[in-house]
């Protein structure tokens, strides 16, 4: 379930970034983001990593040229990814597309790909990602600043590595995606997207009298609690795999009727209640799972090809005592009546608040998000060089709150097995409670470095 890794470093020579254009004229117009795209939560930068083996049928071809060439095409119709995001009145935002482009940066690494592969780096964190990844100075805001910043790094192997970061108000998983496949169909030799894009963001737009008829608990205001926002200079990551047998281990300590809940179900009710033991809030914390719920297969409210952020959280909410003390079905019943909540009401009564309540951030204090990425599509980009042996996110996004989201990412371990990667980030002591605590009821061997016992003293058995 979790293994340690030996350090790999290596060496990135870049050539300077530099703008990327629409191939063709584009519209200067304005378009405004919906009362979903613009709240607080999503003004972040979101960093996203693939990774490609050498392919002998493309011998003589170069990713970065193919890459660069085709994402100048596909921006003929996403042109407002070309374009800034500005701030109005009751801070909405609205895209200018300016047709001023994206970031692009090319670049070498001597280092192969079975490198990663040996030294288990082919999963979050990943080494150096500053170097697969440059930040360009200057370029990350979510106002006025480029919206997408792109690397192809080659390798000595013949493979490569596409790295991208995208503003999050933007677009959601499904939306970069979208956008990432009209390039992959370009690079193809496509003229046309075989999704045409759709904006249309009107139709998360709030009411015309905005009215909250249900109260999102997600957007809560706490007030200062033991329960804090993580410190960004506290904080490690790393991921664990969960495969058949971890999650069918899991899922026959319930009781019967709550073993045909979902695989999300399960593995989000199980971290979301290890964290919380591992963090060690006091008993009468209140403590949230926001529930990532999206909304395009929700409802048949949006259009095919639409591709800003079509999601709502809403919240599943207790006490740290009570996550902690009842066994793991009542954090599974917890998240499956969150998830029973979101309806077109929900959603609207979202977008109101926003307009209403100044587009507030979702409650940070005490709360864990899990997005599902599952079947979003990221490993089944293909550029030419076939699909990526990892496709999704490098790390949380930047500007957010630090160990706030995790994700869920398909994955083939070592041997062969598919199943979910977590990447999690906790302070530094609470990581130890939690692999401690995460190997001991899966009777994992215990892994290298994690050797105090002591700590199994103050931590509740997690079923």
């Known amino acids: 379930m979790w293994s340690s890794r030996t ?48 392919n002998q049928s493309m011998e003589g071809r170069d990713p970065v040229k193919v890459i660069k060439e085709a994402v100048s095409k596909t921006l003929v119709f ?5 374009g800034r995001v500005r701030e109005g009145l009751g801070r909405k935002l609205y895209v200018e597309c300016t047709g001023e482009g994206i970031l692009f940066i090319e670049a070498n690494a001597d280092v192969s790909l079975d490198q990663f592969q040996d030294s288990s780096s082919l999963q979050p964190p990943f080494p150096c990602m500053d170097q697969l990844l440059y930040h ?36 959601d998983g499904y939306g970069i995606v979208q956008f990432m496949t009209a390039v992959a169909e370009m690079a193809h030799g496509a003229h046309t997207p075989s999704v045409l894009p759709v904006w249309e963001r009107t139709l998360l737009n709030s009411r015309d009298i905005p009215i909250i008829t249900y109260l999102p608990h997600e957007y809560d205001q706490v007030g200062d609690t033991n329960a804090t926002k993580i410190s960004v200079n506290d904080i490690v990551q790393r991921s664990f795999f969960f495969g058949p047998t971890e999650i069918s281990t899991i899922r026959e300590t319930l009781p019967i009727h709550l073993r045909h809940c979902s695989s999300f179900e399960l593995l989000s009710a199980y971290i979301w209640r290890l964290r919380t033991i591992s963090l060690q809030f006091s008993p009468n914390e ?80 005490g709360s864990f998000l899990v997005s599902d990425l599952k079947k979003i599509g990221f490993g089944e980009v293909d550029f030419g060089w076939g699909k990526a042996i990892y496709g999704g996110p490098a790390m949380e996004g930047v500007g957010m709150v630090p160990g706030l989201i995790s994700f869920f990412v398909p994955f083939n371990n070592r041997v062969g097995e598919n199943g979910i990667l977590v990447p999690i980030c906790l302070p530094t002591l609470a990581m130890e409670r939690f692999v401690i605590e995460l190997n001991t009821i899966s009777k994992v061997k215990q892994p290298i470095g994690f050797e105090n016992h002591k700590l199994l003293k103050n931590i509740k058995s997690a079923l």
């Open 7 to 54: 350090c790999l470093v290596f060496k990135v020579e870049r050539c300077e970034p530099q703008f990327v254009f629409p191939a063709k004229p584009t519209p200067h117009e304005y378009k405004q983001l919906s009362d979903i795209d613009d709240q607080e939560s999503l003004r972040f930068q979101q960093p996203i990593i693939q990774f490609y083996e050498y």
């Open 286 to 365: 209140e403590v949230r799972f926001l529930c990532l719920v999206n909304l395009r297969f929700k409802f048949n409210s949006l259009p095919s090809g639409y591709y800003g952020n079509a999601f709502a959280f809403p919240a599943a909410f207790t006490t740290a005592g009570k996550l902690c003390q009842n066994p793991l079905g009542y954090a599974i019943e917890l998240v499956k009546k969150a998830k029973a909540e979101m309806t077109e009401e929900y959603i609207k009564s979202v977008a109101d608040l926003m307009v209403i309540k100044g587009r507030p951030h979702c409650t940070a204090i």
């Open 136 to 171: 360009v100075p200057n370029s990350d805001g979510i106002l006025d600043s480029p919206l997408l910043l792109i690397q192809v790094t080659r390798l000595k192997c013949g493979g490569f590595i596409f790295a991208m970061r995208f503003n999050h108000t933007m677009c």
């Open 78 to 82: 996403y042109y407002p990814f070309a």
